[in-house]
């Protein structure tokens, strides 16, 4: 249990409640049969004296016994061994000439006392005090308030653990959470707004896919339409603007596409080993390279990724690091389960975690065609859905992206 938890300190708040009222009534049972001791003892000290006096008068038995019932007490003269044998002894006091005991036997009281007159033992007729037993009926009752008290609170609070689960399961992406409910308490209200607002951004979340969806849908085949019409042109300097333009259209929905494809298999990633070079060998088809342009330096392991979503993330750093470099190339190593992209360039402007926010450039981007400020955006999120790292230095006039592997297969 987290020890910094409500239910943690309502349940520690309990045990301190239940062992102080439990200290406290032992406590007050202890004085009290102290208290009946003494009373005990004051008694049958008396009687002890009384019946002394009486046999040291030479008085009958028939008087003696009449004081002592007197007394509230009586003679015992069967099963007096066993009664001996099987008391508790309460109080045991030396007298002047013998000793006396206060002796409880299934619920009754018995003065075993001698002297020089003899051996006696008596038993005691009076009611026995029942303080103890109102004692006991307390600490229950009080006890079972306190146990009551407590399942009443956690049941009460315990909404808040599926408000909670409800809440994890947001923060991992899933939003077809239900946590609506019919009671009217304050942690049931902020379950159901809670609620609202779940089911409102998966409403705002669906018309943003439809959205992309539909932009993409309709740029692509004017897009594609406007590019065969362009080559149909002669050479101009109008022709070399309309296809600068047509191609930054074409850029900006193949990185809608992006976003949309990374966002949306989050919770659907194909996790397979393969090859690197595989890997590589797609980047280059899709970037209409040649295998001049890179310098590789990798190892034969595997990586175990989502191929496509790793693909985009690659093609994102290779054709950033050959944008960039000022000797139009880019050295890709791979070893100890890290991947480097590496070229010779000017550091970033801003720091680092700027440019994994979505839309940031730096200013010499301003006038690059197709640079829409999402590609460092993009691979932060798909080393992140893959749980790798990516992280940024600049070292010896160099940019260095390193993609960090956990789960790289030996």
Known sequence: MNKNSIFFGITIAFLISLVSISVLFFTLLKMDHNLIVEELFDRYYMTVRVTSHAIDNSRSQSEINKLIANLKMELVDSNRQSILKDSEILLKKKLLQGYLKILQHQSTHYLDFANINGHFLLRDLLPRNKKKTYFWLIYFIASFILVVTYIFIIKRLYPLKSLERAIQRYGEGDLDIDCSTHKKDEISHLANEFDKAIKKIKTLTDKRTVFLRNIMHELKTPVTKGKLAVELIEPSQHKDLLRNVLTRIDTLANEFASIDKSTSQKDELNIRPYRFQDIIDHVMDILYM????????????????????????????????????????????????????????????????????????????????????????????ITDVHKFSFDYKYQNGQNIFTIGLNNTPT
Do not use: W
Request: proline letters at 2%; a negative charge; glycine letters at 10%.
């Open 290 to 381: 040649s295998r001049e342009e890179i310098q590789l330096d990798v190892d034969d392991r595997d990586v175990l990724v989502d191929f496509e979503l790793f693909v985009l993330a690659v093609k994102n750093l290779v054709d950033n690091g050959l944008k960039y470099a000022k000797d139009g190339e880019i050295l890709i190593t791979k070893e100890n389960g890290c991947i480097k992209f590496i070229n010779h360039g000017e550091s970033l402007e801003r720091p680092f975690k700027e440019y994994l926010k979505p839309f940031v450039k730096g200013s010499k981007d301003s006038g690059n065609n197709g640079s829409m400020g999402l590609g460092l955006y993009l691979v932060h999120y």
